[in-house]
């Protein structure tokens, strides 16, 4: 006819003569857009003068177009590199896609008929999400799940679930995804550790160091107990490091960090603020255990490391300032002891010395006395 152009045919025969046939073909116009059509035909008659032919015309463009929909939604169901799973309206499994089989190590075989919620241990559970999918079409619930494999192994996942209804509203079926985001987990854990670490020696740096410090304080207010902060700076390092070279002086930090370590409890806190400074935070019973823990800890820092060809032994100057004795607040007590292990290195270095009311005074008249001196030359 005028105005349509086949597209495909199929028939039983080549001519009518009481056969069926069923032909497609799109239509072509300047003002419609194109529609698919399908036609079935079968003669009566053959080629005699009565002979008949009845068709039946049909639009099957909507047709056509689910049919491409499902292709295009079979794809995505078994390339995509997430899990997808499907279920009845009783969490019961109908069919999974290729990467459930890889992230979970379970063949379609091994699921279908099964509660995903019960295989994979899934927490949180169905009382999650089923709230979320009570309002009908086009609800939907995501969120962070946690799974295990068949290994029998763990593995965070986020996971989105879409409840599927029939024309007149019946829930039908579930659609699970879900991607595993360890490695999003890994990255994260990783970058929260070289935020809070020295990248030198492991440890703690100052920013991390600085809020254990406060923590420690504030619990030391609310149950009234001492806590203890020694201030440790190498003697000589900058001699090592300037004449062996920077990577023996790290190797040497790194050995001095991992022996600071071993002395002291889980609880306990080493940090390395920088160059050769490191902090520890303790808890005390009295200032007696404090003085035996420095003398260990500046004996420990004497023994002799073989680094580089050489057999080298430095010393540390160490302070001790105790809370709240010496501090009510953090920044305070991190300035005593500050002081107290600059009072050691003056009385001349590998040894530890506590911190003393009258260091403030005379560290801010020092201060004052400079900063006069400085003015006094300029003018």
């Known amino acids: 006819p005028a105005g349509l152009t086949s597209t495909a045919a199929s028939s039983a025969g080549s001519t009518f003569g009481d056969h069926a046939a069923h032909v497609e073909f799109r239509t072509l116009g300047n003002h419609v857009p194109p529609r698919c059509m399908e036609v079935h035909v079968k003669s009566f008659g053959g080629t005699t003068p009565g002979g008949r032919v009845v068709g039946i015309l049909q639009d099957v463009t909507q047709r056509r177009r689910d049919d491409a929909r499902l292709r295009q939604s079979s794809v995505v169901f078994h390339t995509s590199a997430e899990a997808i799973v499907i279920t009845d309206a009783e969490r019961k499994v109908v069919a999974v896609n290729p990467a459930f089989s890889r992230i979970t190590g379970y063949a379609e075989e091994d699921v279908v008929g099964l509660d995903p919620d019960i295989l994979l241990r899934i927490s949180p559970g169905p009382e999650s999400y089923i709230s979320c999918l009570q309002g009908g079409e086009g609800c939907f619930w995501n969120g962070e799940v946690h799974c295990y494999r068949k290994s029998g192994t763990s593995f965070p996942a986020w996971e989105s679930v879409s409840a599927v209804h029939d024309a007149t509203g019946q829930l039908t079926h579930y659609v699970r995804a879900f991607s595993d985001v360890t490695a999003i987990y890994e990255a994260q854990q990783q970058l929260h550790h070289l935020a809070h670490h020295d990248a030198l020696t492991g440890l703690p740096n100052r920013l991390l160091f600085d809020d254990r410090l406060k923590s420690a304080v504030e619990y030391g207010l609310r149950n009234n107990q001492r806590c203890l902060l020694l201030f440790l700076d190498l003697d000589g390092f900058k001699v090592i490091n300037d004449t062996l070279g920077h990577e023996t002086g790290d190797e040497l930090l790194r050995v001095v960090g991992a022996r600071l370590t071993s002395l002291m409890r889980a609880s306990d806190t080493v940090a390395r603020l920088g160059g050769d400074e490191f ?72 040894r530890y010395h506590f911190y003393a009311d009258d260091m403030s005074a005379r560290a801010d008249e020092r201060m004052h006395i400079e900063q006069g001196l400085r003015r006094a030359i300029e003018e």
């Open 279 to 350: 902090v520890i935070l303790a808890g005390i019973a009295n200032p007696h255990h404090a003085a035996q823990l420095a003398q260990k800890i500046l004996e420990q820092v004497h023994q002799p490391i073989q680094l580089a060809g050489h057999q080298l032994s430095v010393t540390g100057s160490l302070g001790i300032a105790v809370f709240p004795d010496n501090g009510s607040d953090s920044q305070q007590l991190m300035r005593a002891a500050d002081m107290a292990m600059y009072a050691a290195k003056s009385e001349g270095r590998n």
